[in-house]
């Protein structure tokens, strides 16, 4: 059977608690393997025989993590940020992602623990006109989350926390600032080729982590699923300094498979609507999103201090960007990169093309009823659930959302 037959027969019977197929080949077998131990195994999987002759997959690594050897491909874990570039060039499509989805199954099952999904920004539309926020918070629940959490919210507070930083890096000789709180192969380019300019990068948690930390800190003993278009976040949770924060990361492909083993009938269900995200936050998902929203925080904040962003889309354009500035060519002073075309609405696993999803986008974040982080009620509450009174006394005496650089 292929793969994703292999795959789907697999969830069924993680579902309904029915033998797992048996008779495999060796490459069933394999495979099988890496779907029921997916953290054994690194984030992009051969799922056939590889006599590669081309080597394009292993030209398309921008981190040199592929090394093609006696026409097999071999993979260094250390070196892979799970950018997919590789999987999008395998001519033979003999290479693909990391599954989690058999895992997360497993999580939900565990009834000693509640699992509360982090939804990345980039989530609407993903699941068709009837797959709503709403009916998607009741779909969730109704095959065993605890509830579904918006990590738009906290891309809100990230916004305060990098506006803040941006007014005071506009005191410094070169004031100038990158970016920190979104795209993991963006920061994985600044640390490993950029390093000369990786102090203009403010020491921040992407918001999927912060957004991990804090519901782990106000629900002791939670599990976590992020699920998002990417496979890089898959590494990033992984990473030393972060590892806890997720447990496990879909990416709505695997989601979507999950919901079609529930046959989940979006058109069926009642809504459950919570507001969690301003409009700032939503932005994030699409490129000039966060700069965007950082640029009306300032201006909130001080009207004198002025955003000037550059943003770069595409891990080409990211990388001459950076280029740009450490030779002294660029322009502006906030630069914003994503190694997605179109930003995270264009990542490797998303369900609809990029351009339907920037559009919706957009409109969910025109719908937004709080504009600004500053505005955000669901915000302040978690602040004050976390024993802050102010925003401001958070960012300034917490290090949840901090990380060394």
């Known amino acids: 059977m292929t793969f ?3 795959h789907r027969t697999v969830l069924k019977a993680k579902k309904d608690n029915t033998p797992l197929p048996e008779n495999l080949t060796d490459r069933e077998q394999h495979q099988l393997d890496c779907l029921l131990h997916p953290d054994e195994h690194p984030l992009v999987w051969k799922t056939g025989n590889c006599e590669c002759t081309d080597g394009k997959c292993a030209a398309a690594c921008t981190f040199a993590a592929l090394e093609i050897k006696d026409g097999q491909v071999t993979f260094d874990p250390e070196k892979c940020t799970g950018c997919a570039k590789c999987i999008e060039a395998c001519q033979n499509q003999n290479l693909t ?44 629940k109704q095959i065993g989350f605890a509830g579904m959490i918006e990590v738009a919210a906290f891309a809100d507070i990230l916004t305060l926390k990098e506006a803040l930083e941006f007014q005071h890096n506009m005191k ?33 948690v992407s918001p999927m982590i912060a957004c991990g930390r804090i519901v782990k800190q106000l629900h002791k003993g939670c ?27 879909l990416t709505f492909e695997e989601l979507d498979y999950i919901f079609h083993t529930f046959q989940v009938d979006f058109s069926e269900i009642d809504g459950e609507t919570k507001e969690h995200s301003a409009a700032a936050g ?11 929203a950082v640029s009306e925080c300032v201006k909130n904040i001080d ?53 339907q999803g920037t559009q919706l986008v957009n409109e969910y974040a025109a719908q937004a009823p709080y504009h600004t982080p500053a505005e955000n009620p669901y915000v302040i509450d978690l602040i004050h659930r976390l024993g802050f009174f102010t925003i401001e006394e958070f960012l300034k005496n917490s290090d949840i959302l901090t990380r060394s650089l």
Request: hydrophobic share 35%; with cysteine; aromatic share 6%.
């Open 4 to 6: 994703q037959e292999l």
């Open 97 to 140: 992602f990391s599954h989690d989805s058999v895992k997360a199954l497993e999580l939900l099952k565990d009834d000693s623990h509640p699992v509360y999904a982090l939804m990345a920004p980039a989530f609407i539309g993903q699941f068709g006109k009837d797959g709503t926020p709403s009916r998607i918070r009741t779909a969730l």
């Open 172 to 204: 410094r000789p070169d004031p100038f600032q990158l970016t920190s709180c979104c795209c993991p192969i963006w920061i994985n380019l600044i640390r490993k080729d950029f390093s000369k300019i990786v102090e203009h990068l403010p020491a921040s």
């Open 223 to 249: 599990r976590t699923i992020f699920v998002g278009p990417c496979l890089a976040k898959k590494a990033e949770a992984k990473e030393p300094e972060l590892a806890g924060a997720i447990d496990c990361v």
């Open 282 to 292: 939503r932005l994030y998902a699409r490129t000039g999103g966060v700069s965007q």
């Open 303 to 355: 009207s004198g201090c002025h955003v000037d962003p550059v943003c770069a889309n595409g891990v080409a354009n990211c990388k001459q960007l950076l280029d740009n500035i450490l030779n002294g060519k660029a322009s502006g002073n906030f630069f914003e990169g994503m190694a997605c075309d179109g930003g995270c609405v264009g990542g490797p696993k998303r369900v609809i093309s990029m351009e």
